[in-house]
């Protein structure tokens, strides 16, 4: 970092770390990363360089953003009426570090080794030391002579001024634009790593992060059109994670907008597990707390919307929006009061784990909802098919593409997984949970588009059946027969175990 002009020396994994000489993406073999902006991959110069022959993705991804944000984000809701939404989309943790870890590979987080968002299960550290940054969608991508773009949120301890294999500055492999912050969830006073350059931003209202990052994105999409290259544009927003700082324009937006109460609000599960039991019923202060909470994160969605619009018109003026496939999703959930926790997330429950995918575009299938399971995993794969490469047979997950044209492949899994490490007790991590906002010892689950079954390392389990149970408030696991029990907790070994497409999709179907 800089400080008043003083460097701070890195640390020493930081410098000492190498990484592989030959760099591999969702596809095989890729360049490394480019400060510069014009720097393709060695092999891509035989590749396409017609914007036409290939589509070209714009991804938006936000932070701690739950289904119920949704309804006040028109652009969002416009995309469910021409592109198809994913009603059983799950993340691999309800966590920032190890769903965006398992988004960029397509790998579990037992593949990845990001548990977490710090060492030594997680985080940026762990990320790279893994050499989980030599093979990404971005890599995969560039390798088929794509024009790659990151701007906004990448790894949790990704500082823009550090020096990684003695590289000042670092960018990571894979991508040609590189516009990155450290700490930037105030939206304010941060610094962007500009293409291995550091750049301070201030206070003032043109600095509000989302909306910088929203110029830079249509930036970078113009000049790709006149380079005639396709693209992928990897948008990753700070927001609405808290503090949920909104907009200059929608600080006064919804100051009377009422609190939504699900039938599982203020409400604890039937059999809770024991770090759940005892709860004690909301005080009003409580209530009006969760209330300013829901109200912040509504005002935060807004200028996340605004972006959507505006990248959306930029490819219309580009001539380029038919040509494109237009995703959008939120790294993981958050509860607002379910099962009578203050707001959170890292538990197992929908509110946290299922999470919106909306896609449009090339090919996309219209105003459609599939029910199929998907997870994060399986955006790797799908944006390196989308490019013309073929998924990397290492890759966790699976492609997408016959889901977007309307189609269910026979084999397609039937559960998704879910892995976390927990609890969560570092003060220096931003999502350390806050009181009474629920904090689970370390499990895994299997989220089906039925069923949601939960094993923790503590001996404890849980089952809900959301095909009668859909607010997930009666755990009725002791009811279940031993057979299924014991079919239960061996498809979560075979996944928790498993490495690669094939294996993982095995392990997978629960037919």
Not at 226 to 244: C, E, N, R, W, Y
Not at 392 to 411: A, I, N, W
Request: proline share 8%; charged share 25%; aromatic share 8%.
């Amino acid at each position: 970092m800089t400080i008043a002009g003083v460097r701070r020396k890195a640390p020493l994994w930081l410098a000492t770390a190498a990484l592989a000489a030959g760099l591999a993406g969702c596809s095989g073999d890729s360049g490394g990363g480019a400060p510069d902006t014009d720097r393709e991959s060695p092999s891509a110069s035989a590749q396409r360089t017609d914007s036409a022959q290939s589509p070209n993705i714009v991804w938006v991804l936000t932070d701690d953003l739950s289904s119920d944000l949704v309804t006040y984000m028109p652009h969002v809701k416009a995309m469910q009426k021409s592109g198809l939404t994913f009603s059983n989309y799950t993340v691999t943790d309800s966590l920032c570090c190890p769903s965006r870890s398992s988004i960029f590979t397509g790998k579990f987080p037992h593949n990845t080794g990001v548990f977490t968002n710090m060492p030594p299960d997680g985080g940026f550290e762990t990320f790279h030391e893994k050499g989980n940054e030599d093979k990404t969608f971005a890599t995969a991508l560039q390798q088929q002579g794509y024009r790659t773009a990151m701007m906004g949120k990448y790894l949790n301890g990704y500082q823009p001024d550090m020096t990684v294999n003695g590289k000042n500055n670092y960018v990571p492999p894979g991508w040609n634009e590189w516009d990155v912050a450290g700490n930037g969830y105030k939206e304010y006073d941060y610094t962007l790593n500009q293409n291995g350059r550091t750049v301070d931003y201030g206070h003032d209202p043109a600095d509000y992060l989302t909306d910088v990052v929203s110029a830079k994105g249509q930036e970078f999409i113009e000049n790709s059109v006149k380079a005639k290259k396709p693209f992928v544009l990897d948008i990753s927003t700070f927001a609405p994670h808290g503090p949920a700082t909104p907009a200059p324009e929608d600080q006064g937006a919804f100051k009377d907008l009422p609190l939504p109460k699900p039938p599982a609000f203020d409400k604890t599960p039937t059999d809770a597990p024991q770090w759940l039991k005892d709860k004690k019923s909301f005080t009003p202060q409580q209530i009006t707390k969760i209330t300013k909470t829901y109200r912040k994160r509504v005002r935060a969605v807004q200028a996340v919307d605004r972006m959507i619009g505006d990248l959306q018109e930029k490819l219309k003026k580009a001539d380029v929006y038919d040509n494109t496939v237009f995703a959008f999703a939120s790294d993981n959930g958050f509860h607002m009061g379910q099962y009578r926790l203050m707001p959170g997330k890292q538990t197992a429950f929908d509110t946290d784990v299922n999470v919106p995918l909306v896609v449009t575009g090339l090919g996309v299938k219209q105003g459609a909802t599939t029910k199929a399971v998907a997870s994060n995993i399986d955006i790797c794969p799908t944006f390196t098919e989308l490019g013309g490469g073929k998924p990397d047979p290492e890759t966790d997950g699976r492609s997408l593409v016959p889901l977007l044209h309307g189609g269910t492949p026979e084999d397609w899994p039937q559960t998704a997984l879910v892995e976390h490490h927990g609890p969560n007790t570092s003060p220096q991590d931003p999502d350390k949970p806050g009181k009474g906002s629920g904090n689970p010892p370390s499990y895994e689950a299997l989220r089906t588009g039925r069923y949601t079954y939960v094993e923790y390392k503590n001996g404890s389990h849980e089952y809900y059946d959301r095909s009668k149970d859909r607010d997930m408030l009666h755990n009725v696991y002791a009811q279940l027969s031993s057979d299924t029990k014991k079919n239960l907790a061996s498809t979560l070994l075979k996944l928790q175990d498993c490495k690669g497409s094939e294996e993982c999709t095995a392990a997978a179907r629960t037919d």
